[in-house]
């Protein structure tokens, strides 16, 4: 249990700062995104840098357990799928990046998920319950 505490206190925050990002910069997220459907060169090292956290957690955390540390586990197989995705197709994910960012009810829904994994992750990696 201990490293599911070490992992969940790593992406939880981070999930959070990342849906507050998203939440607080909604109207400016297409101009941000946007430059990624020029340069699939960037999904490609994004997709490198994910599939290597998402093997960083499996490693470590592989555990199929019937509590909430198997989301630990499901997250780093999400992240290694997530990774494979955007190394094997960077340009259809360029093309599908410039159209996420268009939708801002589909960046805030996003957050708001982020948002509340990242929370249930964050409190359960800090609390000693």
Do not use: C
């Not at 995705?85 to 009810?105: I, T």
């Not at 589909?106 to 957050?111: D, E, L, P, Q, R």
């Amino acid at each position: 249990m201990v490293t599911s505490k070490v992992i969940a206190g790593l992406i939880g925050p981070t999930f959070v700062a990342v849906a507050a990002a998203l939440l607080l910069n909604l109207g400016s997220v297409s101009a941000v995104l946007e430059p990624l459907s020029r340069n699939p060169a960037l999904v490609l090292i994004y997709g490198i840098f994910l599939f290597v956290a998402g093997l960083a957690i499996v490693r470590f955390h592989n555990r199929w357990a019937a509590n909430w540390s198997v989301l630990v586990t499901i997250l780093g197989w999400l992240f290694i799928v997530g990774g494979l995705v955007r190394m094997l197709f960077p340009l259809r994910l360029a093309a599908m990046a410039g159209d996420f960012s268009q939708s801002s009810n589909m960046v805030a829904g996003v957050a708001v998920v982020l948002l509340a994994v990242g929370a249930f992750l964050s409190f359960k990696a800090y609390t000693s319950i």
